[in-house]
Structures are given as C-alpha cells and as structure tokens.
C-alpha cells in the first residue's frame, strides 16, 4: 500500500505487528480512513461509497475495505438501505474531551457543604444524550478511572443512573460491557430502590453511590454521586438520605 | 474547523433511522468472538464429520477421497468469503436467507429466490440437527453397550436415549445464548482434541510402515478417473463443512458483528480443513498399511485404533463423538430457531415465532417448535425400525442438498447484492461466480448419481420439501403481496448508534 519508509512506532506496537487489522506499516491508511470520515461529514448522512471514492479520488477496493473496517469499529453507521454512510455515535467520545463546565457557585456551595458532613468523595456529573460528562470531581478524593467511567456505563453508579434512565435497548452496544440481562438486572436494581450503586467494580474494597438529578419535565440532568470504601457502601441508608436531600436543592440549580 | 470537528461538535439531527431494531428482543450484543466461533465449529462437528465422512466419500470417490475433501475445502473457502461480503455490511437473524433477500430484491423471481433459500436453509439447519441427534444417540449407546449389551438394535431404548439427548439441548437451548454457546464451546474442543491425539498416535504409528507420496499419486491417479466420481465425492465432502455459516445467524447476538462473524466463518473453514486433511490421510494410509479395504470398513477409526494396538482409547473416542454430535445438534438448532425468528419477524410465518422470551432474551418458542421437529423425524425412523445408520445417512443427503442450495442461491445474490448497493469490484464477484457456478454443476451432478442409487428415496424427500416448502410461501405472500416488501429484515443501526441520532430521539421524548 505505501512505500518501504521504516514506520516510527516503538518496538512493542511493531512486534504486535497489527493493531485491529490495520498495520503499523500502513500510516497512510490511517490517513485515508481519516479522509473517509471527513469526507462523510462533510457530505452528510447517506452518502454512497462511490461518491466517497471520487471525492477523495482512492482506488474502489481500497475505500470499499476502508469503509468496512469503519464500519467494524462503528465509527460509521451504513443507513437503512445499506447503500449510504453516516457518522457512528462512537465519534462523540472524541468530542467530549471539550472542558466540562462548572457548576454555578450556589450548586459548589451546596456540594462542598456536604463534602463537609460526610467523610467521603462527593462528584457531580451531568448528562449529556448517551454520555457523563465530569463536572465536579472532588479534589480530595479524585476518580480512580474517569476514563472507564465515561466509556462503560454499566462500571460505575452514575453510569448506571443514565442507564436505567436510556432503558432497554436504549443504550448504544459500545457503551456497556455486559450482556443485556444482566444490565437488566442492574437497571431493575435502580427503579426499584431509586439510587444506583456499585461495590468494588472500580477498584476493589471501594464502591459508589449516586442519586438522580431531575428538571422540571423528569429528564435526568445530573448526578450526585458518593464514593467511598465498600462496607460503607453496603448500608447506604443514612448517605442515601443526605445525597437526596443535596440532589434536591441542587436540581433548580442545573437545570 | 474541519467538517468533521463540525459535525461531532454540533450533531445536527440524522432522519431516516429507526428507534427500534426490527430484531429487537434477543440478548444483544452479549457473546464475543470465541463463542461464535463455536456456533460455527458445532454447526460443522468436526470431531463427528471427520470419523464418518471419509468413509462416506470413500465409498463413491474411491481414491480420490483426499483430493475430493481437499477440493470440498476449497470450494467451502470461496462460499465463506462470498458469504463474508454481507456479513460485513448487516447483521441477521435469518442467515443466508436475510442476505439473499438483500440480494435478489423484492420482484416475483427475487421472491422465489428468497423463499426458496428460506426453505433451503430450513432444510439444511433441521436435517443436521436430526442426523446430529440420531449420531448422538447412536454413539450414546455404542457407550452404553458396554454395560448393558442387549442395549443395541432395540429401537425402543434408542428412541428413550435420544429423547433424554433432546431434553438436554432444550435446556441447554432455553437457558439462553451465552450458555448454549459455552457448553457446545467446550464439548467441542474437547471432542477434537481427542480425537486429534488418535490420529496423531496413528500417523507416528503408521508412518515408518509406509511410503507417504502414496496419498497424493492415490489422489491425481483417481481424479484423472471418473468426472462424476470427484463431483460426487465432493458434495459429499462438502457435508462435513456445511453449517460453518450458521454464526451469521447470530448477528444480533453477538459483539461487534462486522468483524467477529466473517473472522469466524473463514477460520472455521481453514481449521477443519487441515483437521479433516490429517484424518482422512490417517484413515486412508491406516488402512492400506493394515491392508484392509478402507471403503468395506463400518467404523473406520474404531478398527484402526484397534488394528494399531490403540483399542483403549475406543471408549473415550466414542464419548468424544457423542459429544460432538450433541453439540452439533445445539448448534443446528440455535442456528434453526433463528431461522424461523427471522422469517416470523419478516411476516411470513406465524407471530408467534418471532416472540422472546423477557427474561431470557431466547426466541423461546421458536426453539420449542424446532426441537420438536428435530426429535419427532428421526424418532418415528428409528421407532419404525429403519436402523439408526441408514436414517443417518438418508437425513445427511436431505441435509447437504438444503444446505447447498442455499449457498447457490447466496453466490448468485452477492454480485447482486454489491451491485444494488453501488460496491461491486472484481475481486467478489469472480469469487462468487466462481463458487456458484461450480457448485451448481457439483451439485446437479451429485443428484443425478444418488437418483440412481440406494439413497433415492433422499433425493425424493429433499425434492418433496422443498418445493412444497416453497410453495407454501410463496402463497402466502401472493395472499399478502406487501409481504414481499418488509423480507429481509435485519439488525438496522438505531438513532442511538447515530451520531447526532440521539439528539433526535431526545427531542422525540419531550
């Protein structure tokens, strides 16, 4: 596909030899994948793979295989009829990278207030469509993965908030980990009990508990979540209390 | 700012997609690659297929048994790489049926075409699966023999083992995919490793004996031989592959499907290639080394065990065997019921197919129905007093001719398919016609022989159901005409796959 330039990757990407199919020796592929999906921006959804190709001017075999793989990671969705293309939801992740906005003061005011009374990490998500965007992190107890915690809904309590609230089917395959039954079981977990919680996903012997933050018209906006060792996580009434009461003041403010 | 940056930042709202899968209703995307992998290995039971069907191609091919296998292989290779060219683009339910309705299109002859594949793969997914269970209990009381000798040739305590085997696959079956897919997973690797062990036992045995260019001199000296000899021989051959497909029935199921499927069709092909290879080169040079007639044997690897002083592992080979077929059976049914979910989902066959079970997420009475039929055939054989081996027999060339019509059928449909949705290069398309055209010309050939000989009445009873099968459809859908527009529906991305879908979908729920 190119020419023989030695690749400069370092030694251990090169003895796997290839990363999901695409070799290490082929940096011009990655470049034309980035064209096909820039070209299929900039067309809008349903392009075909033929106009693909003449934009970018490729060999057919080559963006036909280019699309595919795309399509594989789920960067690229085909339309209904299997004849266009559009932009896969997965891509939004890029975009959360974006700073996440902090909260109005009078919401910090009430958050650090109840990081005074309870000996823990309090953090403030919000909700944006399929994803968790961190808005507040406590300083004093900060995230063991925020990365995982924003790619896999079902791993934390906060997740698992937005979860229940997308419903059945309702989630985009890529952003859970476990088959539908048993994220059916964490999301019945939810309604029944009205906070999500998990204990030792994250990191062993520590576990988290969230409660929902609503607006006016019920959508989930936020969530106040609590992490802390997992034998506190176990008898959750009196933290649930506090985390109800803070989430109830809050929510006029973020909303 | 680059179109794309625009466009992740902004997410203006995508129409034109669903909210709801059609397939909605299975555990989705809950198994990976190695379970579907699986699925396609115990469709296929390699472990089964290598002890029986060598024999069973020795006997028409003669010499030229290494070479027909070898040639099946190949021939299967082209399938799985023409079948590859939907798998990567959709994911179904409904197997080659779904991608050759994609295919044809929705005219009166695309229609046929479509129903026809349907029934093809119908045929083909629940004849294996009785063949696989009369196998099972076949070799269940071969084991069973042992203890109780009096055990053997009473249909009666056949047909009570093979209905313990069918409770089994239903609950394994009902309990839902992720298990189903493990319990064949393990049997099955357990099975070939047995077996594998065996013949390379045999090969270190054999091989000082024995001058090893025998095997390819045997193979080029019958392929100069008859044509129908090797045409024959290779469809027959090509039983021993069918159902390595039978993962793309999984698309729902499984995680990324774009990439897993295709991986797991092509490598299923090549493995059980090179699998098949070494136990046909271990049964054809055993036997000459012992200087028996291979095509007379009745269980070739069991006597060669013995003849080479290896009886003790005869015990264990069976129950190897037993498994595999009863994994073959899971597998054939799982891929059966999904079947009939899809052409339930479609309109053709009745709701009630395509429902799901809440909990376990299992088109649930889908496999019902499909267990039942695969127990009550074989059943009423063997309680008619058929004879376990002849029914066997008699349900694999059914078996085989469904399966191989559907794969005519999905090698003409690729090209069409590419075409219709503007991708068609050369490369796939002389891969398909490639692969159609011989398989058609195998294929017809093949039924021309078993026409004239002992397994007519196999022939008669693919012809019956299938045109019948056919039929029955077809009417429904000239009652029904809009039926012929909603066929092939498959697992369509939803807005939330969408980006800028979800936006949409938001603002639908305010």
């Given amino acids: 596909m190119t020419e023989s330039t030695p690749p400069a990757v370092p030694e251990a990407t090169r003895k796997r030899g290839a990363v999901d199919g695409l070799r290490a020796r082929q940096p011009a592929a990655v470049h034309s994948a980035l064209g096909v999906l820039e070209s299929v921006a900039q067309h809008g959804a349903g392009v075909s793979a033929r106009e693909i190709c003449e934009a970018l001017d490729l060999p057919r075999a080559t963006t036909y295989r280019l699309l595919n793989l795309l399509v594989q990671d789920e960067y690229l969705v085909r339309t209904p009829d299997l004849r266009g293309f559009a932009l896969g939801s997965k891509l939004e992740q890029f975009g959360r990278a974006v700073m996440p906005t902090a909260p109005p003061r009078a919401a910090r005011e009430i958050i650090n207030e109840l990081r005074g009374s309870i000996r823990a990490g309090v953090h403030l998500v919000r909700y944006d469509a399929t994803h968790i965007v961190l808005s507040d992190i406590d300083p004093d107890f900060p995230l063991s993965h925020p990365e995982r915690i924003s790619r896999e809904l079902d791993c934390s309590a906060m997740g698992r908030l937005l979860l229940t609230e997308l419903g059945h089917d309702g989630h985009p395959s890529w952003a859970v980990v476990r088959p539908a039954s048993s994220i059916h079981a964490i999301t019945e977990h939810v309604t029944r009990s009205g906070y999500a919680m998990q204990n030792g996903e994250l990191q062993p012997g520590h576990g988290c508990i969230a409660v929902a933050i609503r607006d006016d018209h019920d959508v989930l906006v936020a969530g106040l979540a609590v992490s802390m060792p997992g034998v506190r996580v176990e008898n959750p009434a009196k933290i649930v209390d506090s985390l109800r009461e803070a989430a109830q003041g809050l929510a006029p403010l973020l909303s | ?510």
């Fill in chain 2, 1 to 510: 700012m680059s179109a794309l940056e625009r466009a992740i930042a902004q997410r203006h709202p995508v129409h034109g997609f669903s909210r709801e899968s059609p397939l909605h209703g299975l555990d989705r995307r809950s198994i990976g690659f190695v379970e579907v992998l699986a699925q396609s290995v115990s469709a296929i039971a390699p472990a089964a297929a290598a002890t029986t069907m060598p024999l069973l191609v020795a006997s028409i091919a003669g010499s030229a048994t290494v070479f027909s296998i070898a040639t099946a292989g190949l021939l299967a290779l082209l399938i799985a790489f023409t079948v590859n060219q939907f798998t990567r683009r959709m994911a179904a339910t409904g197997s080659l049926y779904t991608f050759v309705a994609k295919g044809f299109g929705t005219d009166r002859a695309g229609t046929t075409a479509t129903l026809a594949t349907s029934v093809g793969m119908l045929i083909g997914y629940s004849f294996i699966a009785m063949f696989a269970l009369a196998g099972g209990t076949y070799y269940v009381s071969i084991v069973l023999a042992r203890v109780i000798p009096d055990l053997i040739g009473s249909p009666l305590a056949t047909g009570g083992i093979m209905v313990v085997l069918a409770s089994i696959v239903l609950l394994v079956l009902a309990r839902g995919i992720r298990l189903s897919s493990r319990v064949t997973l393990m049997v099955e690797t357990l099975s070939v490793a047995v077996l594998l062990i065996l013949i390379v036992a045999l090969l270190i045995q054999i091989g000082p004996h024995t001058d090893w260019s025998a095997v390819t001199r045997q193979s080029f000296a019958g392929s100069t031989g008859s044509f129908s000899g090797i045409a024959v021989g290779a469809v027959l051959a090509l039983t021993a592959y069918v159902g390595f497909e039978s993962s793309a029935a999984l698309g729902v199921e499984v995680r990324r499907p774009f990439r897993n499927i295709p991986r797991a069709l092509v490598w299923t092909v090549l493995g059980s290639l090179l699998f098949y290879l070494l136990a046909a080169t271990a049964q054809v040079m055993g036997f000459e080394v012992l200087g028996a007639d291979f095509s007379q044997s009745t269980s070739p690897v069991n006597e060669l065990a013995e003849g080479f002083g290896l009886g003790s592992f005869a015990l264990v080979l069976d129950i190897g065997i037993a498994a595999s077929f009863l994994a073959c059976t899971i597998a054939s049914t799982t891929a059966l019921a999904r079947v009939l979910f899809s052409l339930s989902r479609d309109g053709i066959l009745p709701r009630r197919l395509g429902s799901t079970h809440p909990k376990l997420h299992t088109p649930l009475f889908a496999i019902g129905v499909s267990l039942l039929a695969v127990t009550v055939v074989p059943l009423a054989f063997v309680l008619a007093g058929a004879g376990i081996w002849n029914t066997m027999q008699l349900l694999l060339v059914v078996a085989a001719a469904g399966y191989i019509t559907a794969y005519i059928m999905v090698c003409f449909a690729a090209p069409a398919f590419l075409n219709r949705i503007g991708e068609l290069s050369i490369r796939p398309l002389l891969t398909a016609l490639v692969a159609g055209l011989s398989l058609t010309i195998a294929f017809v050939t093949y039924l021309a022989v078993e026409v004239a000989g002992e397994r007519a009445l196999a022939v008669a009873l693919y012809v019956a159901v299938m045109s019948l099968g056919t039929a029955v459809l077809l009417l429904r859908v000239r009652k029904n005409p809009r039926l012929a527009l909603t066929i092939g529906n498959y697992d369509e991305p939803t807005v939330i796959d969408v980006l800028g879908g979800t936006t949409q979908a938001k603002q639908a729920s305010d």
